[in-house]
């Protein structure tokens, strides 16, 4: 017996469309390995419809008054959170990720940014105006930038739409979105869902891989290009838009290092390390993987830590004493596996290391010590659920390991002297430091990076204001 696939569509001007040259790819879920759906391989006509809808809805969203884009976004989150079952059940089928984990830990979140997004839409701040030259006023405005070319990635399929969707729409601008290839559905719902409270064309969603995404960085109509992704995808993204001078917004890599110094309360480093380098498979720019100790507590914390992986578990997406699920897809396999085959003869697996099952793309809890700074896996992103133990000395060579990545998007210090966390997050390189906790996010704060992590700011008044342009007027007082 032959099941159906589950046939998605891209959402643009308002309407559901296939793609116009009718092509598709097919899209697994990753906890089995097996198609469950196909969505629009979109080409070159897809993308110009979705620019043209954007751009003809612009005028008159730009117009609107904070008010309205306010209350459009709160009824938005509204909707998410009273079809919340629907959306953790796609989100689970695009990604794997545990049903109970996504409900608590994903849903909650996302409709809280959305809703501090609708607050913000009316708290844009700017110089007052005043009198900087005799006879003339000034004034400061705001205004939207414009179309808005968005390209969410494959980790947190619900949330970056958020984080993209949510600042662009309540500034003013109109949206693009396209999904990664391997999960559109949690952004074709969410379509669905808002298409009943947004003016045709604000909101537009097409699905496709890279080429659709060049496409859409390429095209001439948005001001602005925003991505969540790779480094070398954020590479290709900047040297596209730079061509028409476009905006750019740019979440790419990251290699958190995690600094353990010798006074830190060892069990609850330990625990709460484990749960934010393993939490959704590690598939995370700011997820803990990569430690570094003090050596005078190396060897019990690397023991306490690879019984913490050993008690840690994954599995299929309804299983709730799982603590995350399979990698996204087979090639993301392959590149985390290939990462511990070609480990140095002076690095120890201390647990894990291996594929889980024979069905999906499932890899154990894994913990690897005795690395050196210039070592592959300490120097890439690995971006599966592999935790790595270095050892330090003292402070200044554990700021040097901790500095010595491309990457500069989040750290964290585990201590309790308070003069050393303060001097280490002064010299951590990087967009966020955590002090005795790894991995928290609020709305109300920026997230972002330096180095090949990127620039602009998620989240946050920052976040906000990226999607903005800023205005001069100036005005005679004797006219």
Same mark, same amino acid.
């Given at each position: 017996?032959?099941?159906?696939?589950? @046939?998605?569509?891209?959402?643009?001007?308002?309407?559901?469309? &296939?793609?116009?040259?009718?092509?598709?790819?097919?899209?697994?879920?990753?906890?089995?390995?097996?198609?469950?759906?196909?969505?629009?391989?979109?080409?070159?006509?897809?993308?110009?419809?979705?620019?043209?809808?954007?751009?003809?809805?612009?005028?008159?969203? +730009? &117009?609107?008054?904070?008010?309205?884009?306010?209350?459009?976004?709160?009824?938005?989150?509204?909707?998410? %959170?009273?079809?919340?079952? %629907?959306?953790?059940?796609?989100?689970?089928?695009?990604?794997?990720?545990?049903?109970?984990?996504?409900?608590?830990?994903?849903?909650?979140?996302?409709?809280?940014?959305?809703?501090?997004?609708?607050?913000?839409?009316?708290?844009?701040?700017?110089?007052?105006?005043?009198?900087?030259?005799?006879?003339?006023?000034?004034?400061?405005? @705001? %205004?939207?930038?414009?179309?808005?070319?968005?390209?969410?990635?494959?980790?947190?399929?619900?949330?970056?739409?958020?984080?993209?969707?949510?600042?662009?729409?309540?500034?003013?601008?109109?949206?693009?979105?396209?999904?990664?290839?391997?999960?559109?559905?949690?952004?074709?719902?969410?379509?669905?869902?808002?298409?009943?409270?947004?003016?045709?064309?604000?909101?537009?969603?097409?699905?496709?891989? +890279?080429?659709?995404?060049?496409?859409?960085?390429?095209?001439?109509?948005?001001?602005?290009?925003?991505?969540?992704?790779?480094?070398?995808?954020?590479?290709?993204?900047?040297?596209?838009?730079?061509?028409?001078?476009?905006?750019?917004?740019?979440?790419?890599?990251?290699?958190?290092? *995690?600094?353990?110094? =010798?006074?830190?309360?060892?069990?609850?480093?330990?625990?709460?390390?484990?749960?934010?380098?393993?939490?959704?498979?590690?598939?995370?720019?700011?997820?803990?993987? +990569?430690?570094?100790?003090? =050596?005078?507590?190396?060897?019990?914390?690397?023991?306490?830590?690879?019984?913490?992986?050993?008690?840690?578990?994954?599995?299929?997406?309804?299983? %709730?004493?799982?603590?995350?699920?399979?990698?996204?897809?087979?090639?993301?396999?392959?590149?985390?596996?290939?990462?511990?085959?070609?480990?140095?003869?002076?690095?120890?697996?201390?647990?894990?290391?291996?594929?889980?099952?024979?069905?999906?793309?499932?890899?154990?809890?894994?913990?690897?010590?005795?690395?050196?700074?210039?070592? =592959?896996?300490?120097?890439?992103?690995?971006?599966?659920?592999?935790?790595?133990?270095?050892?330090?000395?003292?402070?200044?060579?554990?700021?040097?390991?901790?500095?010595?990545?491309?990457?500069?998007?989040?750290?964290?210090?585990?201590?309790?002297?308070?003069?050393?966390?303060?001097?280490?997050?002064?010299?951590?390189?990087?967009?966020?430091?955590?002090?005795?906790?790894?991995?928290?996010?609020?709305? =109300?704060?920026?997230?972002?990076?330096?180095?090949?992590?990127?620039?602009?700011?998620?989240?946050?008044?920052?976040?906000?204001?990226?999607?903005? @342009?800023?205005?001069? *007027?100036?005005?005679?007082?004797?006219?």
């Amino acid at each position: 017996m032959t099941t159906e696939l589950r @046939r998605l569509r891209n959402y643009i001007g308002g309407e559901f469309k &296939d793609a116009a040259d009718g092509r598709t790819t097919e899209v697994v879920n990753p906890a089995t390995g097996e198609v469950y759906a196909t969505a629009p391989l979109s080409g070159q006509a897809d993308v110009d419809a979705a620019m043209a809808a954007a751009a003809a809805a612009f005028p008159g969203w +730009r &117009d609107t008054t904070p008010a309205e884009r306010q209350k459009a976004l709160l009824k938005i989150a509204d909707a998410f %959170e009273a079809r919340a079952d %629907e959306l953790v059940a796609a989100e689970s089928e695009n990604t794997g990720k545990p049903l109970a984990l996504t409900a608590s830990e994903e849903l909650p979140p996302m409709v809280d940014q959305i809703r501090f997004f609708a607050g913000a839409a009316r708290l844009l701040e700017g110089r007052s105006a005043g009198e900087y030259m005799e006879g003339m006023t000034s004034i400061i405005r @705001r %205004e939207p930038v414009g179309v808005c070319a968005q390209v969410a990635p494959w980790n947190y399929p619900m949330m970056m739409a958020v984080w993209k969707f949510a600042p662009a729409i309540a500034a003013g601008n109109t949206v693009v979105l396209k999904p990664s290839d391997t999960t559109p559905a949690s952004t074709v719902l969410m379509a669905e869902i808002i298409d009943s409270v947004l003016p045709k064309g604000v909101f537009n969603v097409i699905c496709g891989d +890279r080429e659709t995404g060049k496409a859409m960085v390429e095209h001439s109509t948005p001001a602005m290009a925003s991505i969540t992704g790779s480094v070398r995808a954020g590479m290709q993204v900047a040297e596209s838009a730079s061509k028409d001078v476009k905006r750019v917004h740019l979440e790419l890599g990251g290699k958190a290092p *995690v600094v353990v110094f =010798e006074d830190a309360d060892i069990a609850k480093a330990v625990e709460d390390i484990a749960v934010a380098g393993y939490f959704n498979a590690g598939q995370d720019c700011t997820a803990a993987t +990569r430690v570094l100790v003090h =050596e005078s507590i190396h060897d019990e914390f690397v023991a306490a830590l690879a019984k913490a992986a050993a008690d840690t578990k994954t599995g299929q997406p309804d299983d %709730e004493d799982v603590l995350y699920g399979p990698l996204n897809n087979p090639n993301q396999l392959k590149q985390v596996a290939g990462f511990i085959e070609r480990l140095p003869a002076h690095a120890k697996v201390e647990a894990g290391g291996h594929q889980v099952g024979d069905k999906g793309y499932f890899y154990a809890p894994t913990v690897v010590s005795g690395l050196k700074q210039d070592d =592959e896996i300490i120097q890439n992103e690995v971006f599966g659920p592999v935790i790595t133990v270095q050892s330090f000395t003292n402070e200044g060579q554990a700021l040097e390991y901790a500095n010595g990545v491309e990457f500069a998007l989040a750290s964290s210090v585990w201590t309790k002297d308070h003069g050393r966390a303060m001097r280490m997050s002064k010299n951590l390189d990087f967009g966020c430091v955590w002090i005795n906790t790894h991995i928290p996010l609020v709305a =109300e704060m920026p997230h972002g990076g330096f180095k090949k992590s990127g620039y602009g700011k998620d989240l946050s008044a920052y976040g906000f204001e990226d999607y903005t @342009r800023i205005k001069h *007027v100036m005005t005679s007082l004797d006219s």
